[in-house]
């Protein structure tokens, strides 16, 4: 492990950190020189996750609880993470997220509701408390994994669509708050990954990116403070056709 303080570098927590995506985009983070802590429900895990990180980087590295759904608990764990990296992070990432299967969501209100509050409410809840920390500082970055789902609502996953189009329109309005105040507000907007939340998915194998590309991309994109970063960048020409097309013929397609 380095024998750097974890308040001498710049400092990232990432939230949801378990995900494919999230794990391979906090080592991205590590090798650009960034203190970590990265949070969730497992922490037996993020530990294992974290000591693979401080081996390989030499990176600050700390572990913390964190529920998305327990809303009350977030102005807490911001202040852990001040605790834990000796001073207020520079920069938090929230990856996590559900996908429903659309048929269930569809047919189940709980599913549905637990969609809205996983891909939506919870990470809004968090981001609000790391963008009174930001604000008040005058410097930071904040950003979210959203998805090219919801640039426009498509059956084939309209409830999933909804919660990352509320998130996208969040984020955009966090952007316009945080702007005059320096800190940066990046909307990730990945296409069809390669990860466990679409396994079993059949996918359009062209089309499908592994994690680790995708959070190279992603990362370069956050510390660039671009307003919205496409993952890979063919999908912004992908969805802006999708966006598009219209009424009277997208409702006859199968999307």
């Given at each position: 492990?380095?024998?750097?303080?974890?308040?001498?570098?710049?400092?990232?927590?990432?939230?949801?950190?378990?995900?494919?995506?999230?794990?391979?985009?906090?080592?991205?983070?590590?090798?650009?020189?960034?203190?970590?802590?990265?949070?969730?429900?497992?922490?037996?895990?993020?530990?294992?996750?974290?000591?693979?990180?401080?081996?390989?980087?030499?990176?600050?590295?700390?572990?913390?609880?964190?529920?998305?759904?327990?809303?009350?608990?977030?102005?807490?764990?911001?202040?852990?993470?001040?605790?834990?990296?000796?001073?207020?992070?520079?920069?938090?990432?929230?990856?996590?997220?559900?996908?429903?299967?659309?048929?269930?969501?569809?047919?189940?209100?709980?599913?549905?509701?637990?969609?809205?509050?996983?891909?939506?409410?919870?990470?809004?809840?968090?981001?609000?408390?790391?963008?009174?920390?930001?604000?008040?500082?005058?410097?930071?970055?904040?950003?979210?994994?959203?998805?090219?789902a919801g640039d426009r609502g498509r059956k084939s996953n309209y409830h999933y669509g909804a919660a990352k189009a509320a998130l996208n329109a969040f984020?955009?309005?966090?952007?316009?708050?945080?702007?005059?105040?320096?800190?940066?507000?990046?909307?990730?907007?990945?296409?069809?990954?390669?990860?466990?939340?679409?396994?079993?998915?059949?996918?359009?194998?062209?089309l499908v990116t592994d994690p680790e590309r995708a959070a190279a991309i992603a990362v370069r994109g956050i510390l660039k403070r671009r307003s919205i970063v496409y993952v890979p960048g063919y999908w912004r020409l992908i969805m802006l056709v999708i966006r598009h097309i219209p009424?009277?013929?997208?409702?006859?397609?199968?999307?």
């Amino acid at each position: 492990m380095s024998n750097a303080s974890p308040g001498s570098l710049e400092s990232v927590v990432i939230v949801g950190a378990s995900s494919s995506l999230a794990r391979a985009m906090a080592a991205c983070f590590a090798a650009g020189d960034h203190a970590l802590v990265l949070a969730g429900r497992d922490t037996a895990e993020l530990e294992v996750i974290a000591q693979d990180l401080r081996v390989r980087y030499a990176r600050p590295c700390r572990v913390l609880h964190f529920d998305a759904l327990d809303y009350g608990s977030h102005p807490g764990f911001v202040a852990e993470c001040t605790a834990a990296l000796g001073a207020p992070p520079d920069g938090a990432v929230v990856c996590f997220g559900m996908l429903p299967v659309q048929e269930e969501a569809q047919e189940d209100f709980t599913v549905a509701g637990r969609c809205l509050d996983t891909n939506y409410t919870g990470a809004m809840s968090v981001l609000e408390r790391f963008a009174g920390v930001f604000e008040a500082r005058g410097s930071g970055f904040i950003a979210a994994v959203s998805s090219v789902a919801g640039d426009r609502g498509r059956k084939s996953n309209y409830h999933y669509g909804a919660a990352k189009a509320a998130l996208n329109a969040f984020l955009g309005g966090l952007q316009n708050r945080l702007h005059a105040r320096g800190v940066s507000v990046t909307t990730v907007k990945p296409g069809f990954l390669d990860t466990k939340m679409t396994w079993g998915l059949v996918l359009p194998a062209l089309l499908v990116t592994d994690p680790e590309r995708a959070a190279a991309i992603a990362v370069r994109g956050i510390l660039k403070r671009r307003s919205i970063v496409y993952v890979p960048g063919y999908w912004r020409l992908i969805m802006l056709v999708i966006r598009h097309i219209p009424g009277v013929i997208f409702k006859r397609l199968s999307l």
